[in-house]
């Protein structure tokens, strides 16, 4: 499919309006409208892949690596500048992949051609990354690496926030529940299949298990 002046125009004008909100802190205002860049990023990805089905695996790359340099700078934010919550970076990043999710279940269906190179699973018309379609194995592995940077970055600060708080264990099973779906995602993007998708999953589950075991206290130590 063609892409005309315009399009490029209104697609660069949209990642200009992600770009200010990612550096709206340098503006000085004293506003927290810079976590909107979680839910800005969606914009100019879904009108790149409205654009031609031919771009869904470089739209959805694209919106991992702006995510990651989102968590990036918010990271940096909350460990260096002190002026960046855990709390408010996981909301809006949240928001981000909930509003993502309901996209990829509407502009599919108001366009059918744009179902190509995807997978329907339940109403959510995804990538699909393991189709003999894609020849570009550069960009497959560029897309499977920044998902995984983008699991990282959000485990990451998560694991340093609890580092040496009281933690029981069976609150253990809690945590790592919430990164159930994370690690089924990762698993299956770098090798599909039930069974290895279980495995993978039961392997990174049990690694953070460890991890928590290693960093948190029970509360409950001899002096």
């Known amino acids: 499919m063609a892409v005309d002046t ?3 125009i209104i697609l660069a004008t949209l990642f200009i309006i992600y770009g200010i909100f990612l550096m709206f802190d340098l503006f000085g205002r004293n506003e927290n409208y ?3 860049a979680y839910i800005v990023a969606v914009i100019p990805i879904n009108y790149l892949w ?3 089905s031919d771009y869904v695996i470089a739209a959805y790359f694209i919106l991992f690596i702006l995510w990651d340099i989102t968590l ?4 940096f934010g909350v460990y260096f500048k002190k002026d960046k919550e855990i709390n408010e970076i996981l909301l809006y990043l949240v928001l981000g992949i909930l509003i993502q999710i309901i996209i990829s279940a509407i502009l599919p269906e108001g366009d059918s051609d744009l179902q190509v190179n995807t997978e329907q699973l339940w109403f959510f018309w995804l990538p699909n990354i393991h189709s003999a379609v894609f020849e570009g194995e550069s960009l497959i ?3 499977k690496l920044a998902a995984s940077l983008l699991v990282l970055l959000i485990v990451l600060p998560l694991i340093l926030d609890i580092k040496d708080e009281e933690i029981p264990l069976p609150m253990f099973i809690i945590i790592i529940a919430i990164f159930i779906l994370p690690f089924l995602y990762i698993s299956y993007i770098w090798i599909p299949g039930p069974e290895t998708l279980g495995v993978l999953t039961f392997l990174f589950s049990v690694i953070l298990f460890v991890i928590l075991l290693i960093i948190t206290r029970s509360g409950k130590e001899v002096k």
């Open 6 to 8: 315009y399009q490029i």
């Open 34 to 36: 810079g976590y909107l």
């Open 50 to 52: 409205s654009m031609s």
């Open 72 to 75: 990036l700078r918010d990271t």
């Open 141 to 143: 592995l560029g897309f």
